[in-house]
């Protein structure tokens, strides 16, 4: 007997490959949406900062955006610098 | 003066024999000159009104001594129905001659009223001798009623009413091969019919005359017509609902009838203009009453039928329409009510009607019930059982989600078409901006409970609100959206974006967000598939074999059932892992899980006599390529090798089983099928996958998961306040756990069947109408 595949469809899910399952900021699961956004993934990315730690885009920028004076890690409360 | 008062009297004696107790004629009866003699005097000595009422006084006791108990004794209780009509005719004969007898005695009366001078107050004597005469009659006779007197009235009645109904048909339907008359029921050229008809009509108008034929026989005669009447509707609106009945039946009650009425009222006649004015009143109530008869009767048939017609509607809308005129003319909505319920329960609820079928049922009733009456009082009244029962039948939400989004024209997936907006009936509607000069009240029969919070909602709402919740059949749509995206896996998508587009419309945007993302994921599943085929690095790595991927984002998908995590084989798997590192390099920081079990594989398979073209998912496509290399398998070792339980691994074998390529030679060992045993499969077949389980968790262990969450809410409830009202409890989860995103909502049917099922589990105890805990 000779099996030739002629085609696979197969079936899969994206995930986000960070070193935790919720964003620290809004504890939404990354691979879920953070509360402002309706679709996951490529509209509401995750952004890593030089602390190692990441959030939704939305959120850290939210967050920095209520930071008056210094820029902050929410996690570590390390200055917070985007990973280039 | 005194002679000649002594004088009179015995004049007036001899005038009126009757003062005597005498039989009515003497021999020496006063000329006809003496009485005109005797007149003057009374007039003179103003004596008529004296003279009138002794003389009046006598009569009545002649005819209770004489006349009354002759004419009563004849109604015997017989059995013999000939006797009987023989003994009503002569009984009505000689009552009537005898009263005939009378007839010169009121003649004088009325002579000595009409010669007196004065007329002594006009009001407190009767207008007419005669009639006073047969007042007294009546009166007497009626005061002797023996008990079985309606007895000889029904023999007698029943056989003329019968001939005479057959007399009416102007082309009598007696075929020639007849021996028996329809009418007489006796031999044809023996007929008795125009005889009978003769008699009928002469003792009609003998009673009329006596002015006692509604008295005496009207109770016989209305239910010999209602007979009539009944046989009637039935024979013309029993079983045929098509069509409207009510014009036909009035017209038939017009005409049919009423020339029954006529004549009999006229003793045979059958032209209303020689008819009396009290006659005619007579008619008219007569008609009336029959008239209410008939529409009651109709009525009743209708109802019996209405389960029949319900399950017709809308073709039977015609009989729809005319029970809803019928009940606002008949007093029968309790009846309805109580038949129609009845009928459900013994037709619809019990277990070997399927769901899809009751939910069928449950919409024409809706939509019946609805136009029977707008104001929904009925629906709800009816339908209520249907409602909980359906809210026991584990499938009820499939089925009614399944005729939604059915792609052959039903009911359902026409009414979402419509695009209403949901209308959800756990109390919160807020219906005080309704328009206060349209308020119309509830019909009496409505539950004063629901009053205000009824709304005649369409038929997707209350389908929805069968559970009170749209959480349930949201949940169930995206499970059903999920198999349907998962087994076609072919990227098209179209007819679902247009049941989500009407869904929306229904549901509402927020509900329905996660199958939105779920079919955004199958159109960006194209488009990253076709990047992935397009990036240099991947193609340089050359594909074993076409590859492509359906890309879920699971956070939005109802979850799958993996129970198991099947292992593919090892170039799959390779294959499977280029892809993954693809999709790594486009989406820079995700990566891909496969789902192994899931997918849809397209194999050719060549054997040493035929040629094999199949698409099968993974778990079968895997199986047969481990057969490739070996051709004997022993389940147990097949199973470890793709780390799938032997039970699961059994019932997928029996695929390549019935496909001719497996043979299970010994228990539970597998040899591949080289040459053909059987002649006639055709080597090109292309055979389907033959299982269409769903690959997801059911939507009601979902649901179950979620209402867990209440569970924990409702233990720390009782716990701080001992025992609670279902109302309360339902507040208080309103309040307390249905906040914040990702809330569950939980309508308080649906509230009632998760504690019910807990006090049947001895989790909760019902005492009265409050929840407790059990103390433990
Ligand atoms: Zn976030
Ligand atoms: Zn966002
Ligand atoms: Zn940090």
Redesign the interface.
Known sequence: MKVTIKSWTGVATWRWIANDDNCGICRMPFDASCPDCKIPGDDCPLVWGQCSHCFHIHCIMKWLHSQQTSHICPMCRQEWKFKE | MTEAVEDIFVRIERAFPILSEKLLHTKEECTEEEFANLAEDVRVLKLSQFVEDIVIHHIEQYIRWHVAPVFWEKFENTEDSKRGFELFKSAVDDLYSNLTEFLPLLKKLEYLRQNQDVVTDPSSVENDIEARFKLIVRATLLSQLPLYHECIIEHFYKIAFNVFCNSDNSSPDVSVNEIQCVGCAQEVENCQCQMIVYIFHETNRKLIELKLLERLVGNVLTSLIHIRIENHVIQTCDKTFDVSQLIPLENWLETVVMSWLIRIYSGGFSKTVTLSDEIRNAINKFKQKLSHFLYETYTKIRINHLFNIIIEYPESQPAVDDLRICLERTDQRKVLIKNLQEAIKTRLLHPGVNTPDIVTAYIAAIKALKHLDSTGVLLEAVTEPIKSYLRSREDTVRSVVNSLLDDSPSELADELVKGECLQLDDGSADDETEDWEKWMPDPVDADPAKSTQRKVSDIISTLVNVYGSQDLFVNEYRTLLADRL?SQ?NYHTEREIRHLELLKRRFGENQL?YC??ML?DVY?SKRIDGNIHSDTSYNLQRE??????????????PPFKEDWKLKLPNI?QN??NK??KA?EAL?G????????H??????????KDRKL?INVT?VH?TI??H??DK?EWALQDLAEVIHAPATVLRRKMTFWVSQG?LKETSNDVYV?Q?ESTSKNRLSTDIVEEEETESVMASASDQREEELQVFWSYIVGMLTNLDSMPIERIHQMLKMFASQG?GAVECGLPELRQFLDRKVREHQLLLSGSFYRLPKS
């Open positions: 998962l896996l967000h939105e993302v955004k960006d074993l074999f076409p590859t492509s991927a359906l890309i879920l984002s699971a956070q939005f998908w799959v294959q499977l892809y993954v999709f989406k920081n995700r990566t891909l899980c496969w789902k192994p899931l997918g849809n594989v397209s194999l050719e398979i060549e054997l073209d993974p496509a047969i390529l057969f490739q051709s390529l591949l080289e995103p």
